[in-house]
């Protein structure tokens, strides 16, 4: 395993760009002293005709560089709750693959278990050779529970056939086991994949063009990951999910490892990338008002959001990368970004880097807002209370003490935005502390110790005794 150390000409070169250039330290103000960081969103043209193309190395195929991350799916008010708005999940599927968009990446869990079926049915509406389906043995959920080997291989191949069924088709063009790394790590690993043939039943799909490329998505322990990768002579991996992003990249929180471990260690089998979270759960959407500005000045007509799409595509290794784009804007800003692709020059790598040094210096929680934390059997929001508490460090709304400058309109701003978006009766002085998220949590997060921290914040601005 190597060092996740790594010096500034070293990731470069690993990236195929060349040597380290000294990187130019942008001020967050114009010569006249005013702010420059402008909206964070792009403007302008969505081109219909230049999306950058990947290929897979093994079919031949042109895989948008782009993909399509079908984890957030609008939704709207049904009789019996929230339901998925399939009307407009058509809408985007329509734009995107009329924008160049191939690849729809999605998993029996997402959306309260209907994304498949909404993706299916978006996709049913468009020829099959125009895209690519992705989805995933989510069986993770089902280890741990004392079932036997041949319940649990059972209960997966009854997920796997179900997948088939919801998406409406006859082959899965990339199929994954999911999440590999949680849990136990490897003794899970073993439990989900091994010890029951279930891995074994998915390559005999594969040879049987069921499923067209076998890969797998890595969380967590990276005994899991290196073990997979030490039997690629015998199973032949045709691609692999990692999360990947200007922080992830060499300072990755948690048990997570550092991507440039992880993809060094697929570069140099020849395993094609898909990258996913390129965002950090929205997180490098936008950032303080410092750091926004810092980008914005060296590319003023840019969004924030496009820098971290740049820097995952710029690894030449990377097939494809997910985004979950629930509203149309974020749909066009990153089609902007990737038709085509202006890879991240040496001097942009070094800011970004540096980029993720300052952020270090935010005790930000590491939440992705996948959900597989709820729901809460207390009801909490806990990604809702995350996503407030981050927007709020994003925003410098998070002071350290009552001395600190502009205290008392950070103070106002982070207590009326947080019942504004969280409702009171699910904020985080509810938490028990009882850990039934903690375990599904793919960031390793300690939920209960995050959301007590967030609540003896939240009480100290309450009682003015920061």
């Known amino acids: 395993m190597s060092d996740k150390k790594l010096d500034r000409r070293e990731f470069l070169k690993r990236l195929g760009i060349g040597a380290a250039a000294t990187g130019t330290v942008l001020a967050g103000c114009d010569s006249k002293g005013n702010s420059i960081a402008g909206s964070l969103s792009a403007q ?20 948008s560089i782009l993909g399509y991350g079908c984890m957030r799916w609008p939704t709207k008010e049904g009789d019996d709750g929230e339901i998925i708005d399939q009307e407009a999940v058509n809408d985007l599927v329509d734009y995107a693959i009329e924008h160049g968009i191939n690849y729809f990446d999605t998993a029996p869990p997402y959306c309260r278990g209907l994304s498949e079926k909404a993706t299916g049915i978006a996709l049913k509406r468009h020829p099959r050779d125009s895209y690519y389906i992705a989805t995933k043995m989510s069986n993770h959920r089902m280890a741990g529970k004392g079932l036997s080997p041949k319940e649990l291989f059972d209960a997966s191949v009854k997920m796997y ?3 088939f069924v919801e998406l409406q088709t006859d082959y899965i063009d990339y199929y994954l086991l999911h999440i590999i790394g949680i849990g136990e790590g490897l003794p899970t690993l073993m439990e989900r994949f091994i010890d029951n043939n279930l891995l074994e ?14 890969g797998f998505s890595y969380h967590g322990d990276i005994k899991a990951f290196d073990y997979l990768l030490s039997r690629h002579d015998e199973f032949h991996w045709d691609f692999v999910q990692i999360q990947l992003n200007y922080v992830d990249y060499r300072h990755a929180s948690g048990i997570n490892y550092n991507a440039d471990y992880l993809y060094d260690e697929l570069d140099k089998r020849g395993i094609p990338v898909v990258v996913m979270e390129p965002l950090l759960g929205g997180r490098l959407a936008s950032l303080t008002d410092y750091l926004n500005a810092r980008l914005k000045q060296h590319r003023p007509q840019e969004s924030v959001a496009s820098w971290a799409f740049r820097f995952a595509a710029t690894f030449p290794r990377v097939l494809t990368v997910l985004s979950g784009m629930t509203y149309m804007e974020h749909l066009q800003d990153n089609i902007r970004t990737y038709a085509p692709l202006d890879p991240c020059t040496p001097e942009e790598l070094a800011l970004l880097e540096d980029t993720a040094q300052t952020m270090l210096k935010y005790p930000s929680v590491p939440c992705t807002g996948c959900e597989y934390c709820m729901p809460c059997p207390y009801g909490l929001d806990i990604p809702g209370v995350f996503a407030h508490y981050n927007k709020c460090i994003n925003e410098g709304n998070v002071p350290a003490s009552s001395q600190t400058e502009n205290y ?21 002085n509810h938490c028990i502390g009882c850990g039934q998220c903690a375990e599904h949590c793919p960031q390793s997060i300690n939920i209960p110790a995050e959301m007590h921290r967030i609540d003896a914040f939240v009480e100290q601005l309450k009682q003015n005794t920061l």
């Open 44 to 63: 302008g043209e969505v081109p219909a005709d230049k999306m950058t193309y990947r290929t897979n190395p093994k079919t031949g195929e042109k895989v």
């Open 201 to 214: 039943f998915l390559v005999k799909e594969r040879e049987a063009g069921r499923i067209r490329n076998l």
């Open 408 to 428: 008392r309109e950070a103070r106002r701003a982070f207590l009326i935005g947080y019942d504004r978006s969280v409702p009171r009766l699910r904020q985080a």
């Open 161 to 163: 056939r179900n997948s």
